[in-house]
């Protein structure tokens, strides 16, 4: 029906970038990049790469970025 139902935001004060998103039965998966540390990461310099995990009721599962 259109209706917003929930929603999530999460990064960095850097430059982060959303490249590709996938939803699934199990839960929605966002990829792209940050220039900073994702709560709980460390940095492996420059530019990394992350992977996040939100269930469908848009809660962070986890996202990992760096090595």
Do not use: H, W
């Not at 430059?15 to 220039?35: C, K, M, N, Q, R």
């Not at 994702?38 to 990992?64: E, H, T, Y």
Request: proline fraction near 1%; charged fraction near 10%; hydrophobic fraction near 40%.
């Amino acid at each position: 029906d259109g209706q917003t139902t929930g929603m999530l935001q999460f990064g960095t004060s850097q430059l982060d970038e959303a490249l590709g998103i996938s939803v699934t039965a199990t839960g929605i998966y966002v990829a792209g990049l940050t220039g900073g540390n994702l709560p709980g990461q460390k940095s492996a310099g420059n530019v990394d790469a992350f992977v996040a995990k939100l269930d469908l009721s848009s809660v962070a599962i986890g996202a990992g970025n760096g090595r």
